[in-house]
């Protein structure tokens, strides 16, 4: 199990689902479908019988992934998640209790040969993606049972270089009120 400080680059534009991070200390996480990466849960198998497949496929569905990074100032990820870098990211730990942190391995597709374990293979089937990726250096989290949520600690709030003034003087009352231990940083520090 991977831990350590993480981070999660955000869009603004549904402030509401900040404002749930805040307030909550808790970040979504979601099925596998939901993911932007098309191939996700992708995998070649051979010699797998129709029920060790079907178990495979439970367990793919039975999962909730949080996707963060181990990269705190990545310009393709404050591009392609913090909406052109007008929103955020935020440096933290996680919290929860019983979660499984795998960091992603960037060969493409696994392929299955033996399972003993559907479940654990179905995790591990979701631990891959294409190397084209490998930039995010991402981590997972995993749930189960249909628990959404992940337990966070926030320790900084890096606010991205384009974030409208407005908005970077209201998350810094939100920050100062909610969570004055947390750290405000504007992007522009992180690249002296």
């Known amino acids: 199990m991977t831990r350590g400080t993480f981070y999660k680059y955000r869009s603004l534009e549904n402030f509401e689902f900040f404002i749930d991070i805040l307030l909550n200390e808790r970040l979504y996480a979601t099925s596998y479908e939901n993911m932007n990466d098309a191939m996700e849960g992708i995998y070649y198998h051979y010699g797998l019988q129709p029920s060790v497949l079907k178990g495979i496929k439970n367990g793919k569905e039975r999962f909730k992934i949080c996707s963060l990074s181990k990269e705190r100032n990545e310009p393709l990820l404050w591009s392609h998640y913090a909406n052109g870098s007008r929103g955020i990211n935020i440096g933290l730990d996680v919290t929860g209790h019983n979660l499984d942190i795998k960091d992603i391995i960037y060969t493409g597709s696994p392929t299955i040969t033996d399972c003993i374990d559907a479940n654990r293979t179905a995790k591990e089937i979701l631990s891959y ?57 504007e992007y522009k520090d992180l690249t002296i």
């Open 129 to 185: 993606k294409h190397e084209s990726w490998r930039y995010e250096n991402e981590v997972r989290v995993f749930t189960e049972n249909n628990n959404s949520y992940v337990k966070i600690k926030i320790k900084e709030i890096i606010l991205g270089e384009r974030i409208s003034q407005r908005q970077k003087s209201l998350i810094q009352k939100l920050i100062k009120s909610l969570l004055p231990s947390v750290a405000i940083i």
